[in-house]
T-cell receptor, first 112, second 113 residues
Framework: EDQVTQSPEALRLQEGESSSLNCSYT??????LFWYRQDPGKGPEFLFT???AGEEKEKERLKATLTKKESFLHITAPKPEDSATYLCAVQDGSSNTGKLIFGQGTTLQVKP | EPEVTQTPSHQVTQMGQEVILRCVPISNHLYFYWYRQILGQKVEFLVSFYNNEISEKSEIFDDQFSVERPDGSNFTLKIRSTKLEDSAMYFCASTGEGWTEAFFGQGTRLTVV
C-alpha cells in the first residue's frame, strides 16, 4: 500500500532561519512526487513536481529535492508569509488515473 | 492564470439531505478529481473521472456518492443522503495529459448538522 509520511508535523522558525521539511514515501513505482502549499481554509496550491532521483526544483525561497525514498523541501531565509502547511503527495506508477496520495503535512510558522 | 473554481464555498445541510458540490475545472484539462479533507486530517482521494466516466474510486466513494460532467465545463459531486461524518472540505482538482501538474480549487466546506 502506498504511504507518505511527513516530518516534522509542526515547525517554528525565526525569520531568516533556514530549515528542511521531509517527505518519506513508499510506492510500488513512483510516477511523480508533488509539493503543495495550503493556507488555512484554502485549497492546496501547486508548488513542484519531481520525477526522478537527483532532480531538484526551485521557486523563490523554496527548493525541492528527490531521492529514491524521500523528498526534502528546503526553505532558505524564510519570511512570515511562508507560514503555511506544506503537503507532499505521490503518484503511483501503477495507477492509470493520476490520483495523488497525500501525507499529513508539515505546518510551518515563521516568526518575525 | 487558469484556475479551478468551486461553488459554494460553504454549505450547511441537514443530515439525510442531498447536496451537490460544483466545480469548473481548467478548460483544457482532461482528468478531474474529487478529494476531501476532514478537519485536521490528510487530504484523501475520492474519485477520478476521465472521458465521461469514473476511472477510479476509493473505498470512501460508496453508493451515496456520484459524479457527473453535465456539460463541457462543470463537474459535480452529489451526496444523496448526507451523514454527519460527511462534514469536511471537498476539493476538486484537474490535470492535463501526463498528470504533470494537478491544480486544486479553493474547496467547499460541507457541514452536516
Amino acid at each position: 500500500e502506498d504511504q507518505v509520511t511527513q516530518s516534522p508535523e509542526a515547525l517554528r522558525l525565526q525569520e531568516g532561519e533556514s530549515s528542511s521539511l521531509n517527505c518519506s514515501y513508499t510506492v510500488s513505482g513512483l510516477r511523480g512526487l508533488f509539493w503543495y502549499r495550503q493556507d488555512p481554509g484554502k485549497g492546496p496550491e501547486f508548488l513542484f513536481t519531481l520525477y526522478s532521483a537527483g532532480e531538484e526544483k526551485e521557486k523563490e525561497r523554496l527548493k525541492a529535492t528527490l531521492t529514491k525514498k524521500e523528498s526534502f523541501l528546503h526553505i532558505t531565509a524564510p519570511k512570515p508569509e511562508d507560514s503555511a502547511t506544506y503537503l507532499c503527495a505521490v503518484q503511483d506508477g501503477s495507477s492509470n488515473t493520476g490520483k495523488l496520495i497525500f501525507g499529513q503535512g508539515t505546518t510551518l510558522q515563521v516568526k518575525p | 492564470e487558469p484556475e479551478v473554481t468551486q461553488t459554494p464555498s460553504h454549505q450547511v445541510t441537514q443530515m439525510g439531505q442531498e447536496v451537490i458540490l460544483r466545480c469548473v475545472p481548467i478548460s483544457n484539462h482532461l482528468y478531474f478529481y474529487w478529494y476531501r479533507q476532514i478537519l485536521g486530517q490528510k487530504v484523501e482521494f475520492l474519485v477520478s473521472f476521465y472521458n465521461n466516466e469514473i476511472s477510479e474510486k476509493s473505498e470512501i466513494f460508496d453508493d451515496q456518492f456520484s459524479v457527473e460532467r453535465p456539460d463541457g465545463s462543470n463537474f459535480t459531486l452529489k451526496i444523496r443522503s448526507t451523514k454527519l461524518e460527511d462534514s469536511a472540505m471537498y476539493f476538486c482538482a484537474s490535470t492535463g495529459e501526463g498528470w504533470t501538474e494537478a491544480f486544486f480549487g479553493q474547496g467547499t466546506r460541507l457541514t452536516v448538522v
